[in-house]
């Protein structure tokens, strides 16, 4: 009876891990395409900057967690938009093809726990407001609000030699 019991706890246990690495193989599918948008909320403190991303997938969960990796792509290679009050930001770099040029270190750098994660986190704790989750098709559009270290994420970029400092002249 014991070993009943552990064999079907175990049969559990390894079931959700297949599903929890499945859904994170999808969040991953969903990322490599890079389809957000990034939009300003409000002036943050000295080198952060505070934006709501917009990102798609068949999860609304997902598309919520996957929001961090796309507000770090998108103050990397995009930039943003202002609005009444608040500044837009021009990308981090202005050469179109580095994602290309530095691809693994991109790829190590947006990996699962990879260091990207140092550099933003949920403003809102994850917490999706009603009018920030739309149903398009079969798939989602959520609004997260992230606060993005600008400052320590130029610094990460410089220091690995994948943009020039500032004060590298021109």
């Known amino acids: 009876m014991k070993n009943l019991k552990y ?12 599903i929890t690495v499945a859904q994170q193989r999808k969040a991953n599918k969903d990322t490599e395409a890079w389809r957000y948008e990034i939009e300003a909320v409000q002036t943050g403190t000295q080198g952060t900057y505070l934006i709501k991303v917009w990102s798609y997938s068949k999860k609304p969960e997902i598309a919520a967690e996957q929001s961090k990796k796309n507000a770090i792509h998108g103050v990397i290679f995009k930039g943003f938009p202002g609005k009444a009050g608040v500044p837009g930001q021009n990308p981090l770099t202005s050469n179109s093809n580095l994602e290309e040029e530095k691809a693994d270190y991109f790829k190590t750098f947006f990996s699962d726990g990879g260091k990207y994660m140092k550099y933003v986190y949920l403003s809102n704790d994850g917490a999706v407001a009603a009018e920030d989750r739309m149903k398009i098709g079969k798939e989602y559009k959520i609004g997260v609000i992230v606060s993005v270290n600008v400052a320590e994420l130029r610094k990460e970029l ?13």
């Open 7 to 18: 064999a079907i706890t175990l049969l559990f246990v390894a079931a959700f891990s297949f």
């Open 158 to 170: 410089e220091n690995s030699g994948v943009i020039k400092s500032l004060s590298s002249g021109f």
